[in-house]
């Protein structure tokens, strides 16, 4: 009983880490760096993915590799479908019928990246380095002219 408990504690903290990524651009796009680096050969799997064999077969590896990079696709399809509809949802002619449908879709794709963010079983080490990435920018943003910094780079990503 106490296994399963601890099992279940583990699960709703990753569940609760993971929306936090999800509530935040950077957390998103610290996520879909990984892609890049999977594709750029930059990282290997067993970098970022718990409990990985240290040897597998490089067929298994590329199997293993684009599974992670389609997942990766579709988190990143959903993020962009939900900013698309969150943009909608600040227009000022919306219908309100209209508008809890969007909202209600908005967060169907976040649950659905959540799931799809545990299904990657990302490692320890991989979460620690993404949740020191937000902390940065936190602190960052907190600081003297930090917030004007990060809406000014944002903005030059934009453009």
């Given amino acids: 009983m106490e296994r399963f408990e601890i099992a279940k504690r583990i699960e709703a903290?990753?569940?609760?880490?993971?929306?936090?990524?999800?509530?935040?651009?950077?957390?998103?796009k610290e996520i879909m760096s990984l892609k890049?680096?999977?594709?750029?050969?930059?990282?290997?799997?067993?970098?970022?993915?718990?409990?990985?064999?240290?040897?597998i077969s490089e067929e298994e590896e590329a199997v293993q590799k684009?599974?992670?990079?389609?997942?990766?696709?579709?988190?990143?399809?959903?993020?962009?479908?939900?900013k698309t509809m969150q943009v909608t949802l600040l227009g000022e002619n919306i219908e309100p019928e209209n508008e809890f449908e969007l909202k209600n879709q908005v967060q169907q794709n976040k649950e659905q990246i959540v799931n799809l963010l545990k299904g990657l079983q990302l490692s320890r080490r991989h979460i620690d380095s993404i949740i020191d990435t937000l902390n940065h920018h936190f602190l960052q943003s907190t600081s003297p002219n930090g917030l004007l910094k990060i809406v000014r780079r944002a903005w030059e990503e934009k453009t």
């Fill in 13 to 28: 903290g990753e569940r609760e880490i993971f929306n936090a990524i999800n509530g935040v651009f950077i957390g998103i």
């Fill in 36 to 55: 890049d680096k999977l594709e750029s050969q930059s990282y290997r799997l067993q970098e970022v993915i718990r409990e990985m064999e240290e040897e």
């Fill in 66 to 82: 684009q599974r992670i990079i389609s997942i990766l696709e579709e988190v990143q399809r959903l993020d962009e479908q939900n």
